[in-house]
């Protein structure tokens, strides 16, 4: 299978996770968007979906899929999400598609997070991958200065030689030359940094679920 046909096999494999009349967390970037393509195809099925970023809202209604406040929801029996990396205990980089500080938002409202990847995902130590750090923009200096301290290689996030500005109008820093060999205290680290957001670790919580593509066809891990 290609990386792409892995993608769909997940997403596809990911409907089983949906709770029937309930309200769906749904997650950003490609893998996320083939697991939006098909929920259209029982949209009936759902009562609705709370977005993880902008795009996933806009291509949620283009499927007409209700998109509903996260405010207005009190229980989301699951989150569906890609990964930019994941290891077998389940602990993710996430963030490639500058939407890691929603992604972790819905997170903390799911009662079970479904990962669905590619195999090229799957790590045994995160770092590879360069993490996704949101800041406040008048921080993104100081904040790049601290993070080189704890031994990254940050990089401002451009796009059409601009700062990317996130849906939450901050900046990405980009912080390659990491080998993160305990995620959760990393990510406690990093989130005390003064203007931090968001760090793209998501380790504290897991992933309860991660079905990975293989040249075999799906396979679940955690
Ligand atoms: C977006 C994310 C994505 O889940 C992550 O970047 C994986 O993307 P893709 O499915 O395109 O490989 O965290 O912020």
Known sequence: MTQDEQKQAVARAALQYVVDDAIIGVGTGSTANFFIDELAGIRDRIQGAVASSDATAARLRSHGIKVVDLNDVTSLPVYIDGADE???????????????TREKIVTSAADKFVCIADGSKLVQTLGRFPLPVEVIPMAHAIVSRKLAALGGEPTLRLKDGQPLVTDNGCYILDVAGLQIGNPAQFEATVN???????????????????????????????
């Open 192 to 222: 005390n940094i003064v203007g931090v957001v968001t760090v793209g670790l998501f380790a504290q919580r897991c992933a309860d679920v991660a079905l990975l593509g293989s040249p075999d066809g799906v396979k679940t891990l955690v």
């Open 86 to 100: 994941i290891t077998p205990q389940g602990a993710m980089i996430k963030g490639g598609g500058a939407a890691l």
